[in-house]
């Protein structure tokens, strides 16, 4: 592959990284606001996260992507650390306006670590608590974990019978 080859597929899958991005953050946005105030809380059981705390986890996450994007090393800790770190940091936010603020800066943070990769990091190889990762399947990541959560939230909806679709379409 030629350098303008590899150039013009990293800007290809950065700039589809960032659409799914701004999409997947767009439908959870909404999705989260169509949650009544007295249901940002509701849980179908002790395991399950409310959709508040879904949409703070976006927050949490979008952080841990930008830096892992821009090269940066991840704190050293187990996996039942990282995930316990990461519950932590999502019930820190305790409000709707607090997580929608977080989730709105961190997108754009994360955003920015996209346009900042560069032909020669997509050969790159990250390791996490949850295994390695290439830059590539971190670039898709990006988007299919907002949606992902974003459908979660869809679901918490139906258990008090919203049917409604909650994003633009």
């Known amino acids: 592959m030629t350098e303008a080859t590899m150039t013009d597929a990293?800007?290809?899958?950065?700039?589809?990284?960032k659409q799914g991005l701004e999409?997947?953050?767009?439908?959870?946005?909404?999705t989260l606001a169509a949650v009544p105030d007295d249901k940002?809380?509701?849980?179908?059981?002790?395991?399950?996260?409310?959709?508040?705390?879904?949409?703070?986890?976006?927050?949490?996450?979008?952080?841990?992507?930008?830096?892992m994007l821009r090269g940066e090393t991840m704190p050293e800790m187990t996996l039942p650390e990282l995930i316990g770190h990461m519950d932590?940091?999502?019930?820190?936010m305790a409000t709707r306006d607090e997580v929608v603020s977080a989730v709105k800066a961190t997108t754009a943070d994360l955003a920015a670590a996209i346009d900042g990769v560069k032909p020669e990091d997509i050969s790159r190889e990250i390791p996490t608590p949850f295994g390695t990762l290439s830059v590539p399947f971190l670039l898709q990541l990006c988007a299919t974990h907002a949606m992902c959560h974003a459908a979660q939230i869809d679901y918490l909806q139906t258990t008090w019978g919203d049917m409604e679709m909650h994003f633009d379409h």
């Open 10 to 17: 990293t800007q290809g899958m950065k700039e589809q990284a």
């Open 23 to 30: 999409w997947s953050t767009g439908y959870l946005l909404s």
């Open 40 to 67: 940002l809380g509701h849980s179908p059981s002790a395991t399950a996260k409310p959709a508040l705390q879904l949409a703070a986890h976006i927050a949490v996450t979008n952080q841990a992507f930008a830096s």
């Open 88 to 92: 932590n940091a999502e019930k820190a």
